[in-house]
């Protein structure tokens, strides 16, 4: 597991090079319109291929599930699940925060986690049995336990907007318990920040497998907890979210089950 995390590291770091070498060459015509606010271009769709292409080398027996479906999902007792540029907004409007995003699943539970937000260079990993790295140092979720010292972050729903009373009702609570609520607009990024300590909390419904899948496994082995609205244990394909520290993961997921 561990040569196999380190060795998918490194494709991540080669094919992140070739998001950030498109940076200057892209235009708005180079945007497609995937439905309503799903945006797309050739780089989302040429960097996934080269993931695609070298996971399949490093592990031939693994299936995919991917966002640009560049392969197609066969269901397999491992499963890759790969966003191959989380933040595509942020990519397309010159701002500076997304990441490359994969996790590996056995028996649809996740056992590796990475998670290669670009323009910082940092890198966050966990294999089965082994702590969360960032760029080789050991990291861990926050301790704090009183609200009025945590910051969160959340995804504002921008396309699903079924949900949008109870969220707003959350976040109204949320924003006058705690210091703050970011919206990074990547929510691998999101995830990679909880397990780190920077935020708190993180908070989402409407997403898919491949936002949260590589994350997920990173929050669980940096001691953090993860649920999903219901408070059931599976995120990865619940479509919504609550990762936070063990400190506070209970108090945050209360609040949400209050209004949702
Ligand atoms: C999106 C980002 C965003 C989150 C959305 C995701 P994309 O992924 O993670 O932060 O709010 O729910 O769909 O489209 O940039 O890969
Ligand atoms: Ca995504
Ligand atoms: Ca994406």
């Known amino acids: 597991m561990k040569q ?13 090079a070739y998001i950030q070498g498109q940076r200057t060459h892209f ?22 291929k080269k993931l ?3 996971l399949s080398l490093l592990f031939p027996d ?13 269901t397999k007792e491992w499963m890759w699940v790969i966003d191959p540029l989380d933040g595509t907004t942020n990519f397309m409007h010159g701002i500076p925060v997304y990441s490359i995003s994969i996790g590996l699943l056995h028996n649809n539970k996740p056992v590796m986690g990475i998670v290669y937000e670009l323009n910082q260079n940092e890198l966050f990993y966990a294999w089965e049995g082994s702590p969360a790295y960032l760029n ?11 609200f009025a010292n945590t910051l969160l972050a959340t995804g504002l729903p921008y396309y699903d907007f079924e949900g949008m009373q109870p969220y707003l009702s959350t976040l109204t609570h949320l924003m006058k318990e ?8 990547s929510a691998a990024v999101d995830l ?30 940096a001691g953090g907890v993860i649920t999903n609205f219901d408070g059931g244990e599976d995120a990865v394909f619940s479509r919504s979210i609550v990762a936070a520290s063990a ?6 997921a209360s609040v949400i089950q209050t209004y949702f």
């Open 4 to 16: 196999l995390c380190e060795k998918t590291c490194a494709l991540v770091k080669e094919v992140g």
């Open 136 to 146: 080789g140092s050991i990291i861990q979720v926050r301790s704090e336990t009183k």
């Open 27 to 48: 235009s708005e015509a180079n945007i497609e319109t995937k439905s309503i606010n799903q945006l797309v271009s050739y780089v989302d769709q040429t960097a996934e």
């Open 178 to 185: 705690t210091r703050g609520i970011r919206r990074m607009g």
């Open 52 to 54: 695609v292409n070298g």
């Open 62 to 74: 693994a299936g995919f599930i991917t966002e640009e479906q560049t392969i197609a999902t066969e």
């Open 192 to 221: 990679a920040y909880v397990a780190c300590g920077r935020f708190d909390g993180y908070f989402e419904y409407g997403l898919s497998p491949w936002d949260v899948a590589g994350g997920i496994f990173i929050v669980q082995q």
């Open 247 to 252: 400190a506070l993961h209970q108090q945050l």
